[in-house]
T-cell receptor, first 109, second 112 residues
Framework: KNEVEQSPQNLTAQEGEFITINCSYS?????LHWLQQHPGGGIVSLFM???GKKKHGRLIATINIQEKHSSLHITASHPRDSAVYIC???????????FGKGTLLTVNP | DVKVTQSSRYLVKRTGEKVFLECVQD?????MFWYRQDPGLGLRLIYF???????EKGDIPEGYSVSREKKERFSLILESASTNQTSMYLC???????????FGDGTRLSIL
């Protein structure tokens, strides 16, 4: 079993829909990261969080440490949100990232 | 803005060649990383470095080596390229401690 599991693997939505991507992990962590990768492009760090909730524009990330679970929400989705969203964790003082396999999001106009 | 620059977006090499992938960052970051990304497997860490001349193996170091002679530059070396090293290679950097990593645009490497 992977240490970081994401669901769903693929997600198709209509423009304007509210989107949720989930991430569960099985190890103790010091931080959880959400990353975005556009087709053919590099990877951008969206959030790094160790507790609670963070918001940036239409994106919201939450984490529940007790349940070892995080969600990434996108409000009022837009076709430009189409990308692969990747969850990753760091453990203790070790700053190496352990990645989930990603969620491919397609938002249709 | 942090800039992580990888020397090539696309590269085609032949089996047995020695291949160098270069990565440069402009933010004086201590930590640098090399990953490969494959369909169905996600991102996997090959090597990382937390200081000049320091390196540590990641999850899949076999067939690779690295060099960090200057703080801003981290090179990945395929000693004798093989077809199973065809992949997307991504470099990243971060400042000391548990900080977000900044990624380059990636190099899509094909070994024929």
């Amino acid at each position: 079993k992977n240490e970081v599991e994401q669901s769903p693997q693929n997600l198709t939505a209509q423009e304007g829909e509210f989107i949720t991507i989930n991430c569960s992990y099985s190890v103790g962590i010091s931080a959880l990261h959400w990353l975005q990768q556009h087709p053919g492009g590099g990877i951008v760090s969206l959030f790094m969080l160790s507790s609670g909730k963070k918001k940036h524009g239409r994106l919201i990330a939450t984490i529940n440490i007790q349940e070892k679970h995080s969600s990434l929400h996108i409000t009022a989705s837009h076709p430009r949100d189409s990308a692969v969203y990747i969850c990753a964790v760091t453990r203790g003082s070790n700053y190496k990232l352990t990645f989930g396999k990603g969620t491919l999001l397609t938002v249709n106009p | 803005d942090v800039k992580v620059t990888q020397s090539s977006r696309y590269l085609v090499k032949r089996t047995g060649e020695k291949v160098f992938l270069e990565c440069v960052q402009d933010m004086d970051h201590e930590n640098m990383f090399w990953y490969r990304q494959d369909p169905g497997l996600g991102l996997r860490l090959i090597y990382f470095s937390y200081d000049v001349k320091m390196k540590e193996k990641g999850d899949i170091p076999e067939g690779y080596s690295v060099s960090r002679e200057k703080k801003e530059r981290f090179s990945l070396i395929l000693e004798s390229a093989s077809t199973n090293q065809t992949s997307m290679y991504l470099c990243a950097s971060s400042s000391s401690g548990n900080q977000p990593q900044h990624f380059g645009d990636g190099t899509r490497l094909s070994i024929l």
